[in-house]
T-cell receptor
Framework: NAGVMQNPRHLVRRRGQEARLRCSPMKGHSHVYWYRQLPEEGLKFMVYLQKENIIDESGMPKERFSAEFPKEGPSILRIQQVVRGDSAAYFC??????????????FGPGTRLTVL | RKEVEQDPGPFNVPEGATVAFNCTYSNSASQSFFWYRQDCRKEPKLLMSVYSSGNEDGRFTAQLNRASQYISLLIRDSKLSDSATYLCVVTPRSDYKLSFGAGTTVTVRA
């Protein structure tokens, strides 16, 4: 059973370009979460999605960031017009249920975004 | 004040030693507590959940002190493979938003 998959693993963009990060949850998992880890900081929750629904995007910056989890295909985190401050590791996690309490979230290997 | 605070370390210990460190949390409504392990900025992996009565998993012991709002992790008989960053994670019971500390780095030397 493959784990959570993310691609690309490393992404380099110039300021103003768009970044698209993909996440395929574990088989059987229908709940996806995105977290961001800035250098020397802990992971910060960004968004929680189920298939075709955004459940909670309270951690997403108000502008330039969007996320989706279509009926078919991976979840995508999209960052438009990237700035240097977007450079970070972006981790996706998935869970079979809601991920609340003791329901474990399983993390993917992350995408390291570098903005030049 | 940060939701979850950890001493960043590093804690440099010889093989076989015991190392312990704490994590404090600010939200008194927190109900679920975990220790995750992160190697070289790779993905976090669940090490153990932390229960009110404290719990042990092999060489690892976790304790929870609700009154003082901190949790602790103790590693006995340290191995080289224990070298990693240990992330403290808390969340309210019904919440899926994991709140991570910045991590405590442990380096075990031969």
């Amino acid at each position: 059973n493959a784990g959570v998959m993310q691609n690309p693993r490393h992404l380099v963009r110039r300021r103003g370009q768009e970044a698209r990060l993909r996440c395929s949850p574990m088989k059987g998992h229908s709940h996806v979460y995105w977290y961001r880890q800035l250098p020397e900081e802990g992971l910060k929750f960004m968004v929680y999605l189920q298939k075709e629904n955004i459940i909670d995007e309270s951690g997403m910056p108000k502008e330039r960031f969007s996320a989706e989890f279509p009926k078919e295909g991976p979840s995508i985190l999209r960052i438009q017009q990237v700035v240097r401050g977007d450079s970070a590791a972006y981790f996706c996690a998935s869970s079979p249920l809601s991920g609340a309490g003791t329901d474990t979230q399983y993390f993917g290997p992350g995408t390291r975004l570098t903005v030049l | 004040r940060k939701e979850v605070e950890q001493d960043p370390g590093p804690f440099n210990v010889p093989e076989g030693a015991t190392v312990a460190f704490n994590c404090t949390y600010s939200n008194s409504a927190s109900q679920s507590f975990f220790w995750y392990r992160q190697d070289c900025r790779k993905e976090p992996k669940l090490l153990m959940s932390v229960y009110s009565s404290g719990n042990e998993d092999g060489r690892f012991t976790a304790q929870l002190n609700r009154a003082s709002q901190y949790i602790s992790l103790l590693i006995r008989d340290s191995k080289l493979s224990d070298s990693a960053t240990y992330l403290c994670v808390v969340t309210p019971r019904s919440d899926y938003k994991l709140s991570f500390g910045a991590g405590t780095t442990v380096t075990v030397r031969a």
